[in-house]
């Protein structure tokens, strides 16, 4: 199934549910037209918030240290704005222009561990290769333990965007375009409450359902369960 567009969306849920006109845009609407737009919004949202590990997602970041510096901030390692959280998992760190000859994996440690690990006593004033890492809790940055000795390495990894809004009639939706039609048939099952129109809100519920559970199998790492339809 080919990409579909905030208004080819909107303009799909008018079909599915009968209605007779359909919206030429998804900006200055009132009314119906107002509704489907609106519902298309919200189900896509309401997707994206369903999980916060979502594989599509995903998205690669690296970063070269800075001598002595234990704490990057996500502006610092991340510049599109878009950042949800750290997949802990994916984090590795190398000699920077060694070809990932040396490459190791980073271990994830829980803030009040890496603290007293890490920010006590001689260990405030250790400069080394880093081997662990933290998420600060007040900025989400990564701190890194060791602190780095130099500027020679780099850390590189992946996280998890952060839910986008459609706006614009143009917007395509970041899952995968075989999936598009989870966003309609979710906003059906809203048009079906409001409408107390049965049929609707039964196939919306049906079709919204097996694609979602195919949609966690495949974009999901691990057993996951699927979340209310309604």
């Known amino acids: 199934m080919a990409a579909m567009t905030f208004l080819q969306l909107a303009q799909r849920l008018a079909q599915e549910c009968g209605v007779s006109n359909s919206p030429t845009s998804c900006q200055a609407q009132v009314g119906e037209m107002k509704r489907l737009v609106d519902w298309i919004a919200t189900a896509y949202q309401e997707i994206q918030e369903l999980h916060d590990d979502w594989d599509w997602q995903l998205n690669d970041f690296s970063f070269t240290t800075v001598a002595q510096q234990q704490l990057y901030t996500t502006a610092n390692v991340i510049t599109a704005g878009d950042f949800g959280s750290w997949k802990v998992d994916s984090l590795r760190a ?111 519920q049906d079709a919204y359902g097996k694609i979602l559970a195919q949609m966690e199998i495949d974009q999901i790492q691990g057993i996951t369960f699927g979340q209310p339809l309604a």
Not at 94 to 99: A, S
Not at 129 to 153: K, Q
Not at 190 to 203: H, I, M, N, W
């Open 94 to 204: 190398y000699t920077t222009g060694n070809n990932y000859g040396d490459e190791q994996l980073l271990i994830p440690v829980k803030y009040e561990m890496f603290r007293n690990q890490y920010m006590y006593g001689t260990m405030r004033s250790t400069f080394a290769r880093p081997a662990a890492f933290a998420t600060d809790p007040s900025t989400h940055g990564l701190l890194l333990g060791p602190i780095p000795d130099s500027t020679g390495w780099t850390v590189l990894g992946q996280y998890y965007r952060k839910p986008t809004i459609l706006s614009q009639d143009s917007d395509v939706p970041t899952l995968p375009d075989r999936y598009h039609m989870a966003i309609v048939y979710k906003a059906m099952i809203s048009y079906g409450y409001f409408e107390v129109a049965p049929e609707q809100l039964q196939r919306g």
